[in-house]
Nanobody, 125 residues
Framework: VQLQASGGGLVQAGGSLRLSCAASGGTFSNYAMGWFRQAPGKEREFAAA????????YHADSVKGRFTISRDNANNTMYLQMNILKPEDTAVYYC???????????????????WGQGTLVTVSS
């Protein structure tokens, strides 16, 4: 499956952005999906994940209450609504898809088989 992330940009602190991840080449509903982010000079870290049906979601503590992951299986697209953005949210955001049925691994990079190219989010103070 191929993943294409979009929606990044420059926003002021306190603002909002919505990222999208469009999937093609596979059956989208067969994959759990996730968002990871990588700030300059730092490791790629988990941001949010969603089960195949969309019925279960996970969010990192650092984004909980501000970011919301969702998916539209009919349109093969996943989203990350980001509100109350902070300068520390500045990073390249990557979407990922995994065939795993184990929700326990969805917070780790190992839980994913496919990765998109990333979209840059810059939050100015």
């Amino acid at each position: 499956v191929q993943l294409q992330a979009s929606g990044g940009g420059l926003v002021q602190a306190g603002g909002s952005l919505r990222l999208s991840c469009a999937a093609s080449g596979g059956t989208f509903s067969n994959y759990a999906m996730g968002w990871f982010r990588q700030a300059p000079g730092k490791e790629r870290e988990f941001a949010a994940a969603i089960s195949r049906s969309g019925g279960t979601t996970y969010h990192a503590d650092s984004v909980k209450g501000r970011f919301t992951i969702s998916r539209d299986n009919a349109n093969n697209t996943m989203y990350l609504q980001m509100n109350i953005l902070k300068p520390e949210d500045t990073a390249v955001y990557y979407c990922a898809g995994g065939r795993t049925l184990l929700h326990a691994v969805l917070r780790t990079k190992d839980g994913y088989d496919y990765w998109g190219q990333g979209t840059l989010v810059t939050v100015s103070s």
